[in-house]
């Protein structure tokens, strides 16, 4: 009887002791992985390293070092993998309302519960994430934010779910509770971003992006490696061979793509139509879970919004998107495009960006990787040109895009020789003004 | 033993639809497919040895296009080939393989891959496009040539393919065209006008713009531009222009009023609305002689109908012109010599009626010349000799002016204009009445003063000469700073604020010496 007691006063321990621990004031979150550097600000306290095991307060900064991660178990039991050289606040994580967290600089990785601890409002968001110039309302599961200080991008995956996404302007020192906070995210230019797509907000922008389909297979890298996996650095990689782009120049994409209905045939005439069949249907049933549109690279014709072309890659350093650009290829079976070779791909393990030819900057340039070492390059002449920088404002090839036209003699800019005429004749008229007027008193006089 | 049947019968049943809902791994490597997981189609297509031959040339098959799909197109050339060797029969695989083999350059073996796409009718005119291009880029012109034209044969649907095969058909001229021994005849004869059917096609499509600075860059490149004059200097594609403008203003003294305080209730203030529509067209005969003849309607109506010194400035002008100009080079750059002739013709309500009849008429012609001198800009000097005739005699003058302008470009993409006028009126009715003006006038322009807004700020100083009537109204001063806040809200369409501000000083203060401010809203529209 006494060893049944002692069983059931264990068990009840271990049952609550996430609740005792929290009993202790402030705290709400505990490091559950941590791989390198990892270290932790609390209010009234000096910065110090942190471990596995440690419990982190409300109001405490996590920061993480190079080729460092740290997964976090928050005590409704969300989970938020915080990547290399980043740096996040735990602003406010309330019992009855929804959380924030303002992601500084890097990547964070969040798998938010569905029946967050005693919300009521289960509509409204159950946490919120927070950059310099985005704010998120997380209504869904899984995610992942990335964040550059230097051009003050923020990107927004989501891997399940929904999550609310808004801009906000870095000059305006945006702070607010969870009450602004949602109205922010539910504000008209805010966008839904849905599971597989990306948005971006930045003060070249102009406003949070219409999402767009991430590319499908940096999407499901990016969603198996939570952070944790490393690119490793090969400083004398065998260099890789150069494609073309499959799109001749000029040719549209989509008509030069294959929707695959013969390779549908040539199946069934081997499997058999059944098994085909269950296949289709089956591959219609997942795809169901993914929204659905066009592949973008669209203008609305009465709003101006412009929808990027879907399928391009995320660069999570600069937390960029890099949009398809016209001659990309099509693929009817996910509805995305797939840029040309020289803009890049991504790693098979970590799902990062990667370009063996340019680089791409905060600032969206790409700028060309060959050094000057006294010798051209192996291809010279026959070596990818630079893509043209990145502006998600730009639509340059889209159906309605207004584009300059040469033969328009309408041209934009300055004509001096009209300036000129306009000044010659406002003084011509002036001297007759004055002609006039002087000998006005004359033909009264004369009257 | 009714119950054992039933339960063997729900077995079957049950097992039969249990096989129609197993899928095996080439099924379901293909929904995979299908969902666009390339990575797990082709891992699940790595493990898999089928015994029949049409199971492996699938497998190769499947892997092949989704390592294409993937950009992996050194591996989908192995695979392709592959599934070549197992007799995949496909309709659609010289297609994918010709693709494959095209983006990891080998070039030859795709157009025969692309050819045989063609016999087997799938995708038929972008396949003959990929062989065509492919001979192009190999630089066996008289092939590309030959299966560009039989797509504009045979294809009669896909306007985009037609379009580009149109351009590109140009382009295969031309580099043809480069190793004859005239290529300026055959450019003319038949790469411009090939690639001007290809804009005619779709001509809204994107590509247009890219072929119209084609066609321009080549016609600089073998001096065929109609539009490049023998400096260098080009004009539009389209001769005429066609523009009207609406001014609504407020003008604060429009009888020009003394500012004296005993004087100015005569101060009368006003709406003007001024409508003005100016058509110009331009002929070259050559390539150095610019002809403009053009002419202007403007019409002028106060709101103030009431007051007499007001409505009588109602008018009407109709200003036929002819702007010529000779092309040359000086100072290794090109300039212009100007000439022309400018006739005007004036109505108004000069009787206060409220009719507005005629007026005044004046001949102006002028000689000047355009070039540039300073890097920053143009310099342009004109002398021009006015004849006016009014109702009224004693108006009639003549009016030799000399004008100097100057255009600077600033580094931060602003602009300075300077224009100075010396302008000598001798009035032929009533000498008395004769001045002598100087105009010193400066602006200066920012195009992006806001993004989308143009500013222009300006002031403009002017002696007068009163001549003869030194004694009572001595030097007069005319101030006139002003500015005027443009927004192009379409490359045809702008709206323009505007506000200038008079003030002339006199010697004779009652009679000569006012000043009044002017706010006027612009819109012009550009056809």
Known sequence: MFRNIIHLVLIMTLTFSVDLLYAEKGKVAKIIIKRGTVK????GRSVASIGKGDWIAEGATLATGKKSFAKVLFVDKSQMNLGPNSQMLIKAFPIEKAGIITLMRGQLRAKVTKDYMKIKDKSKSKLFIQTKTAAMGVRGTDFQVNYNSQNQSTSLVTYSGEVRMAQIDPSSNFRGGQRRLERRVSSSGSVSVRKGQISQASPRTGGATIPVKLNPAQLKTLQKNEGQKFKKSSSKAAPKKQFRNVIPKGLDSKS?????????????????????????????????AVPTGDAGGKVDQVTGAVTMRSGGYLDPQTAQYIQPPPESSYDPMTDTYTAPPEYGGFDAVTGDYQN??????????????????????????DGPTAPPPLDPSACVGCDGSPMDDPFDPNQPGINADEQFADIEAAHDASLESIQNSSNVFFIIDTQ | MRQGKAFLILIFCCLTLQAAFAMGPLARAFKSFNTGDYVATIKLLKNFNGSKKSEKAVKWYLSAISQARLQKFDQ???????????????????????????AANSLEEARRNFLKSVGKKFKKATSLYYVAHISQILEQHKTAKRYYRQILKEEKRDKNVLQIASFQLAEVLLSMAETTKKPAAKVKKYVLPQMRKAIVIQPEHRLVVEIKNRILEVQRQYGLDPNQMINGKTLPERRWNLSFKEVISYDTNITQSTDLITAQATQKDSYIYTSSLR????????????????????????????????????????????????????????????????????????????????????????????????????????????????FQKTQDNNTFSMVLDQVISLKSGNLLLFFISADFINNIGLSRESTNSFLFRVDYIIPEFLKGYMLNIAHGFTLIDTRQQQATRGYERQFNPSLKLTKNISRKFSVAYGHDYT?????????????????????????
Do not use: C, W
């Open chain 1, 40 to 43: 932790v600000k609390e209010k």
């Open chain 1, 256 to 288: 030069a793509s294959n929707d695959s209905g013969e390779m549908k045939k040539a199946m069934e005439k081997t499997v058999g139509k059944t098994q085909i069949k269950s296949a289709v249907v089956a591959a219609r049933i997942e795809k169901s």
């Open chain 1, 356 to 381: 063996e030819s340019f680089t791409l900057t905060p600032e969206g340039e790409f700028i060309s990787v060959h050094t000057d070492d006294g010798r051209g390059p192996a291809s010279e002449g």
């Open chain 2, 76 to 102: 989908a050339v192995d695979s392709f080939a592959r599934a070549n060797r197992y007799k995949q029969e496909a309709r659609d695989f010289f297609y994918e393989y010709g693709q494959a083999l095209y």
């Open chain 2, 279 to 390: 058509g110009k067209y331009t002929l070259n005969p050559n390539n150095r002689f610019i002809a403009n003849p053009e002419v202007q309607l403007l019409h002028v109506k106060h709101s103030d109908q009431d007051n007499a010194t007001v409505f009588e400035n109602d008018a009407y002008q109709i200003i036929p012109a002819l702007n010529n100009s000779l092309e040359h080079s000086a100072f290794g750059k090109p300039a212009s010599f100007l000439f022309g002739l400018e006739y005007n013709y004036t109505a108004r309500d000069r009787g206060q009626k409220h009719e507005i009849i005629k007026y005044a008429t004046s001949i102006t012609q002028y000689i000047g010349e355009k070039f540039r001198y300073f890097s920053g800009g143009n310099t342009g000097v004109k002398f021009k000799l006015k004849t006016y005739r009014a």
């Open chain 2, 503 to 527: 003030r002339v000083t006199s010697k004779d203060k009652t009679g000569h010496e006012y000043s009044k401010n002017v706010t006027s809203l612009e819109l012009k529209y550009k056809f």
